[in-house]
């Protein structure tokens, strides 16, 4: 777990890393539409490099509760010429595509992306882990209950840690018996199918799942288990944001997925310096 190796690149997770968040949606339920256009999303990212991102994780399908879904054509239109810039520009950084179908993961990392992101956990496509064992590639599966127009929808559990354990072992087997057993990334899947109790739920319980012998990814940025709680508005989660960052950290996560990189880093850091004791 303290490093992910494939081709020529190295993830090294031996402290933990920052994933920085590329929306080029018109709809995400929080920067939606102001990484429009390929000169402000390429500062965007240059600024995200230099506060200390690890990786960047561009999606072109918003997933926020009631979205609408996005065809696959306009899915690859607004990805493709960001994907192609963002390789030349910047060779070395680690590229994570958020996308659950297998036919843009391919094409995807025909472009150079390094790693995919799919919220769907191998749900919503068939032939994604086929893909993943093909391309030989980091895999972020995460767990969601339900499709983003309607996860919201009253979702129920027996157990919301349990459930999403046994719903990552039964996945993770499908995919060692495609001799996919290495470099998969578990995301629970925050406010994904979940109320605010489920989520506070799973973040208390959060080291359980390193049970699961994988890097934990943690999603927690400015979302409505804030939101809710504090009685604010997206844009007013930050500080929110990096409270329940630092218990995800503390609780094990590997790597937080975040549209503020500065302050995450800073979050890791910290932490870092109080364990050491100075």
Known sequence: MSQIIWKNKKLNLSRPVVMGILNLTPDSFYDGGRKKGLDVALRHVEKMIDDGASIIDVGAVSTRPNAAEV???????????VLVELRKRFPRVIISVDTYRASIAQAAANLGA??????????????????????????????????????????????????VFTFFETQLKKLSELEVSENI????????????????????????????????????????????????????????????????????????????????????KLLEATQRGR
């Open 185 to 268: 990334i578990l995301d629970p899947g925050f406010g994904f199918g979940k109320t605010v109790e489920h989520n506070f739920e799973m973040l208390k319980r959060f080291s359980e799942f390193k049970k699961l012998g994988c890097p934990l990814l943690a999603g927690l940025s400015r979302k409505s288990m804030i939101n809710r709680v504090l009685g604010v508005k997206p844009e007013d989660a930050l500080n929110g944001t990096t409270v329940l960052n630092t218990l995800a950290l503390l609780n094990g996560a590997n790597i937080l997925r975040v549209h503020d990189v500065k302050e995450a880093v800073e979050a890791v």
């Open 71 to 81: 065809n696959e054509a306009e899915e690859w239109n607004r990805l493709t010429g």
């Open 114 to 163: 390094d790693m995919i992101n799919d919220i769907s956990g191998g749900q919503f496509d068939e032939k994604m882990f086929a893909t993943i064992a093909k391309l030989k590639l980091p895999y972020i599966m995460m767990h969601i209950k339900g499709r983003p127009a309607s996860m919201q929808l009253n979702p129920l559990y027996d157990d919301v840690v349990a459930d």
